[in-house]
């Protein structure tokens, strides 16, 4: 990894946040901690990001929060175990994270994959999570049995069809081994034709932030553990079957590709939701739209804090 894309030089870039290593649960996670006064938020990114993705919104909001941004289990520079994918155990690592920080309740925010993991560990500790916000990202569940092998006539364009979203990198992320071999070192095609695939405007997301995951997603180690995530799915279905429906307040941050899914998905999980669409903003909404996410998710922290207007 070149120099300037290591998380020290580019925790320079988010005022007053530090990186940090930690071991828990068996592994090492990355994360980055604005060490601010105020309630604590957690953040969770996703797939084929990392901490870094927060920029946009992370640091605005650590002017209200102590904001800690983590590499889950196989991201950015956080440990590629050869197991463990499962978001469980994953919401585990966090749990054990927040235990070792003397952190006893935060907010959590989980954005793709992150979201998966973030659900899991409210369902798992609900104790400790204070509020929920999932930002296009839901827990794995049997719908996912229904997801097509083939686009429907006419729907898979340059663009992403909101109504029939063809997700094929589901599938290719559950091969073993061969995606190692394709994509080691060439890693920034899949990120540039993923970007402009979901995303409304992809020139949000600049050619630095492209290398930063590039720099990442490049070695086989990390493209292994990535899609380890997604080997892990029929785990997290049966899993989620003995889960009961979360009582703590749940936010739904919804792009203009999964707004109908959420409309549904909420109710099933959730006791006390929110729903706020994002219509105009692709899959990777911290970018196209970060004043969006950002008063979406103030809005809903503030409504949780007796005094507040």
């Given at each position: 990894m070149e120099k300037k894309y290591t998380d020290e030089e580019l925790v320079k870039h988010w005022p007053n946040f530090t990186s940090h290593m930690i071991e828990v649960n068996g592994t090492q996670l990355h994360f980055v901690d604005s060490l601010g006064e105020g309630p604590i938020l957690i953040c969770l990114p996703g797939w084929p990001q990392t901490w870094y993705s927060y920029r946009s919104v992370a640091v605005p909001l650590s002017e209200h929060c102590r904001v800690i941004v983590v590499d889950i289990r196989g991201m950015g520079s956080s440990a590629t175990p050869p197991s463990g994918y499962d978001k469980k155990t994953m919401a585990t690592d966090v749990y054990e994270l927040m235990r070792s920080l003397n952190v006893d309740k935060a907010y959590v925010l989980g954005h793709d994959i992150g979201g998966m993991v973030?659900?899991?560990?409210?369902?798992n500790y609900p104790n400790i999570v204070d509020r929920l916000i999932l930002a296009d990202g839901l827990h794995p569940n049997e719908g996912m049995m229904q997801m097509k092998l083939l686009p429907s006539p006419g729907t898979f364009?340059?663009?992403?069809?909101?109504?029939?979203?063809?997700?094929?990198?589901?599938?290719?992320?559950?091969?073993?081994?061969l995606p190692e071999q394709l994509l080691e070192g060439r890693y920034r095609y899949l990120l540039d034709w993923l970007f402009d695939h979901v995303m409304v405007d992809s020139s949000r997301i600049s050619d630095l932030e492209r290398n930063v995951y590039a720099s990442v997603y490049d070695q086989p180690e990390r493209i292994r553990a990535s899609n380890g995530w997604y080997q892990s799915f029929n785990q997290d279905i049966e899993d989620a079957k003995n889960y009961?429906?979360?009582?703590?307040?749940v936010l739904g941050i919804a792009s203009n590709v999964s707004s109908g899914f959420y409309q549904y998905a909420l109710p099933a999980i959730a006791e006390n939701y929110e729903l706020v669409n994002l219509e105009n903003t692709g899959h990777y909404m911290f970018e196209e739209d970060p004043l969006g996410v950002y008063e979406a998710i103030m809005a809903f922290l503030k409504s949780g804090r007796s005094g507040d207007d």
């Open positions: 973030a659900a899991s560990l409210a369902h364009g340059e663009k992403i069809d909101h109504q029939q979203p063809y997700t094929w990198w589901m599938s290719f992320n559950q091969v073993k081994g009961l429906k979360l009582q703590m307040p």
